[in-house]
């Protein structure tokens, strides 16, 4: 079975830093795709990011960069100059193929907030 | 806007009644997928249809079942209501296995038992 970890279940980071939130997973799958998530106070589910496991390239969006160490089975995110409206829920997740349907496995989550 | 439409996006009952959840797919994804989001916490995966076809299941209780019909759409039905589960229910979708793209989430319905 898959799982995905979030060890850390809050941080804080003061506008304009860098912050950085861990993620690891454990799977046997070879070919999967790994997914951030962020959650905002409205509740909407937002994709923030993407890696394909088959990519050595990290994913970057923006201010948003991954750094995706297949080997160890983590995925990191990093927000630079994080933003007020960057405060979110975000959630970590692992997308294997199957016949029957992709399926999902979330991480529990880490509360970040941007402090002023 | 994600293309997943959730009906109703609030909901009061009381305890004990039976509720019905509806969700919507993005045209032409197979997969739905239903989680439940309690106050601070993570998503809780209930379970997953494909095609009209119950896929995978998570941690759903026997007062709850779902099903998918031919056009796609989903219900979940929520049944023997308690305080408990008042939550919020997400709704996701995605395409055909052959397509590597990320769920897709609805609004949500936010259910309150009171």
């Known amino acids: 079975a898959q799982t995905v970890t979030q060890s850390q279940p809050e941080m804080s980071v003061q506008e304009a830093e860098t912050v950085t939130l861990s993620c690891t997973y454990d799977?046997?799958?070879?070919?999967?795709?790994l997914f951030w998530y962020k959650q905002p106070p409205s509740r909407q589910m937002i994709l923030v990011i993407r890696?394909?496991?088959?990519?050595?390239q990290n994913a970057t969006e923006n201010r948003f960069s991954v750094n995706f160490q297949k080997a160890a089975k983590s995925f990191s995110l990093k927000i630079s100059d994080s933003q007020l409206g960057d405060t979110a829920m975000y959630f970590c997740?692992?997308?294997?193929?199957?016949?029957?349907?992709?399926?999902?496995?979330f991480g529990t989550g880490t509360s970040l907030t941007v402090i002023p | 806007d994600s293309g997943v439409t959730q009906t109703p996006k609030h909901l009061i009952t009381a305890t004990g009644q039976r509720v019905t959840l509806r969700c919507s797919p993005r045209?032409?994804?197979?997969?739905v997928y239903w989680y439940q989001q309690s106050l601070d916490q993570g998503l809780q995966f209930l379970i997953q249809?494909?095609?009209?076809?119950?896929?995978a299941k998570g941690n759903i209780l026997e007062r709850f079942s779902a099903q998918q019909f031919p056009d796609l759409h989903s219900e979940l039905n929520l049944s023997s209501l308690e305080l408990g589960d008042s939550a919020l229910y997400f709704c996701?979708?995605?395409?055909?296995?052959?397509?590597?793209?990320?769920?897709?989430f609805g609004q949500g319905t936010r259910l309150t038992v009171v």
């Open positions: 996701a979708s995605s395409p055909r296995t052959d397509q590597n793209t990320e769920a897709f």
């Open positions: 045209s032409g994804d197979l997969s």
């Open positions: 799977t046997s799958e070879n070919n999967y795709y």
């Open positions: 890696q394909e496991a088959y990519k050595q």
């Open positions: 997740a692992f997308m294997k193929h199957w016949r029957a349907g992709n399926q999902f496995y």
């Open positions: 249809y494909y095609n009209g076809e119950e896929r």
